[in-house]
């Protein structure tokens, strides 16, 4: 594949190749390892943004389950597809191996948990298990309803 195709077609992995070939090049007249640095840097930061979205809709959906606070349910569903459409544009393919979406639905339900507890309301077991897959919640067909639907059945929260 080549390099402007990999830029294109997966930025995340483009960033990583390309701070590995700066490391290779040590041409001194570049400050390479700085260089490499920021250039891998990029890369993390689009690593964060999807793993950020993908945790704030699942927040947004177990808000949405349990009608959270004095926001309305409608309310909480839009930030859920918003961020899911976020998640979406962020992720490429290469970061498949690096998110967690074990560690994103632990972040749910620590900060959903927060929000029962501050409404003295029943909780969340913390080994809850989480009802979507990262294809789930990445695909361009997510359909939020049906998302929260899934995530209340499981639930029990009818």
């Known amino acids: ?17 390309q701070a590995a070939r700066l490391r290779e090049v040590g041409d001194s007249r570049l400050d390479v390892e700085n260089l490499a640095e920021e250039v891998a840097g990029l ?7 999807a793993d950020s979205h993908l945790t704030q ?30 998640a979406r544009q962020a992720y490429w393919p290469s970061m498949r191996g690096k998110l967690d979406l074990s560690d994103a639905w632990r972040t749910a339900i620590r900060q959903t ?30 359909d939020v309803d049906a998302a929260f639907k899934n995530l209340k059945c499981r639930l029990n929260t009818y």
């Open 1 to 17: 594949m080549t390099r402007q195709r990999l830029y294109d077609t997966d930025f995340y992995a483009w960033t990583r190749d």
């Open 43 to 49: 890369g993390r930061t689009e690593l964060r943004a």
């Open 57 to 86: 809709t699942l927040i947004s959906l177990l808000k949405a389950a349990y009608r959270l606070g004095d926001q309305p349910q409608a309310d909480w569903l839009n930030a859920a597809d918003l961020h899911q459409d976020q």
């Open 113 to 142: 948990n927060r929000d029962l507890a501050a409404q003295d309301a029943q909780r969340l077991a913390a080994d809850t298990l989480c009802p979507f897959s990262l294809d789930d919640l990445l695909s361009k067909d997510f």
